[in-house]
């Protein structure tokens, strides 16, 4: 049982200096946060980059600090060069990150204060510059025989004929769950070369007559080809489970909050998603698209991944920067999603990813990935939490601006179960038109029935 508590933390000097508070104020108007004259640095989790306004009405900071410094002590050589100019007292930012943060999970959330002090703060700074970083899950939740379980079942499951695949017909599904063959999704419209297995909470469905919204669609069963299949994945949705939740209660205490204030989202009914991937390499995905799935966010509250050694996951660190998130044996790739984004008020970034289709100096290498996406219940509502807000987490709109969907017609909703309903019903339309054939997609993604 994990118990209860708020953590309190400073920070050091990168070079090892006495002056504390002004290494402290660099950071903080470097991350985008603001801070009232004659306010004390608090002491929490948050304190540490508290916000500050400058006398100054036109001041730039150039600042080069570490990138991270993984838990378990081991320095990393990574250096993110961040500026930020300034015209008026509001602080904008702009960030250069060159390199992906790279964290290990400390083995015991409730005995080594000190690894989890330093992981809360690592976590914080992963979130809020970048929204992705690289996470190394303790071994007693997830090791190497679990890595290789999962993907020697995904490599038996792609090695099937395409007669014993299409028998999990994802199309068969009103909870969009099976298999779905190369080319029938899609990301804004544009053909992801990709298959690909969908599961979910694998449960019975609920009677028409049970349901008060349209999102209650979703719950249903999973699709398995034999009972050896639906074992390996169950028990690694029970393993991501397991990080996902403890993921969960160390973004609240690098926040600042009691490592127990997002527990309500979930409960017992959390909506998590997950897949089996397979990207072919060109030749035989036959595609005028390079792209294994084109430019997104993620719908949930985090995302976790674990790929294989071929890459091609990329994030866009700057409007029309991307960077590669090369494989690291040993970790998941974490990113934040839009629930997560929404309450933090844009501070926690649901950056925009995209996977490019294995190269074609890598002859006949397919690409294997599988995304473990951890959602809370389908009735959550999502807004700007007031107690993250008054603990003074905030970025400009200039900051996130670049991180939504807006521009794209692709509205974020706060309430889970219609966003992540929006989210499934764009990608794969035939199936939604199926199933769901009295439900209307309008263009900013907002569903409603049809009127007839």
């Avoid at 038996?156 to 190369?182: C, I, T």
């Avoid at 994945?233 to 990080?243: H, L, T, V």
């Avoid at 974490?334 to 501070?347: A, P, R």
């Amino acid at each position: 049982m994990f118990k209860s508590r708020t953590i309190v933390f400073t920070e050091q000097p990168v070079d090892g200096g006495s002056n504390r508070e002004a290494l402290q104020v660099e950071k903080v108007e470097a991350l985008g946060t603001r801070r009232e004259p004659g306010d004390g640095f608090e002491r929490g989790v948050l304190q540490s980059i508290g916000k500050e306004k400058r006398k100054s009405e036109n001041l730039s900071v150039d600042m080069a600090s570490s990138l991270m410094v993984a838990s378990s002590g081991t320095a990393l050589k990574n250096v993110n060069a961040r500026s930020r100019s300034r015209k008026t007292k509001s602080v904008k930012c702009s960030r250069s990150v060159h390199n992906l943060p790279l964290l290990n999970m400390p083995e015991d959330m409730n005995n080594d204060r000190d690894a989890v002090l330093s992981f809360a703060q690592e976590l914080r700074r992963a979130c809020s510059e970048s929204g992705f970083f690289y996470l190394k899950p303790p071994k007693s939740i997830f090791g190497e025989e679990e890595n290789r379980e999962i993907f020697e079942a995904a490599e038996s499951f792609f090695a099937l004929s395409m007669e014993e695949k299409m028998k999990m017909d994802y199309a068969k599904s009103p909870q969009f769950r099976g298999y779905v063959s190369l080319g029938l999704e899609n990301t804004k419209g544009k053909i992801d070369a990709r298959e690909q297995v969908e599961f979910g909470v694998n449960s019975a469905p609920k009677r028409s007559e049970d349901m008060t919204h349209f999102y209650e669609r979703l719950v249903g069963p999973n699709q398995y080809p034999s009972p050896e299949f639906e074992e390996t994945m169950e028990k690694f949705i029970e393993r991501m489970d397991g990080i996902s939740r403890q993921l969960t209660r160390y973004l609240a205490l690098s926040l600042g909050l009691e490592e127990i204030y997002f527990d309500h989202m979930f409960a017992e009914q959390p909506n998590m998603q997950m897949k089996i991937c397979r990207y072919p390499p060109p030749s035989i995905a036959n595609s005028e698209s390079s792209f294994g799935v084109g430019p997104h966010t993620d719908t949930s509250f985090v995302s976790i991944l674990l790929q294989d050694d071929v890459g091609g996951l990329q994030v866009e660190v700057e409007k029309n920067v991307w960077i590669d998130a090369r494989p690291i044996e040993g970790y998941f790739v974490v990113n934040i999603g839009e629930m997560l984004q929404i309450m933090t008020g844009g501070y926690y970034k649901a950056t925009p990813h995209r996977v490019l289709s294995p190269p074609s100096s890598i002859e006949n290498k397919a690409r294997l990935s599988i995304p473990y996406f951890w959602n809370p219940r389908l009735d959550f509502v999502a807004k700007e939490d007031g107690e993250i807000v008054k603990k003074g987490w905030t970025t400009t709109d200039e900051d996130i601006e670049s991180h939504d969907n807006s521009a794209m017609s692709n509205r974020i909703i706060n309430v889970y179960g219609e966003n992540a309903f929006k989210s499934l019903a764009r990608s794969h339309p035939n199936v939604f038109a199926k199933h769901h054939p009295d439900l209307l997609v309008r263009s900013d993604g907002t569903i409603e029935e049809r009127k007839i």
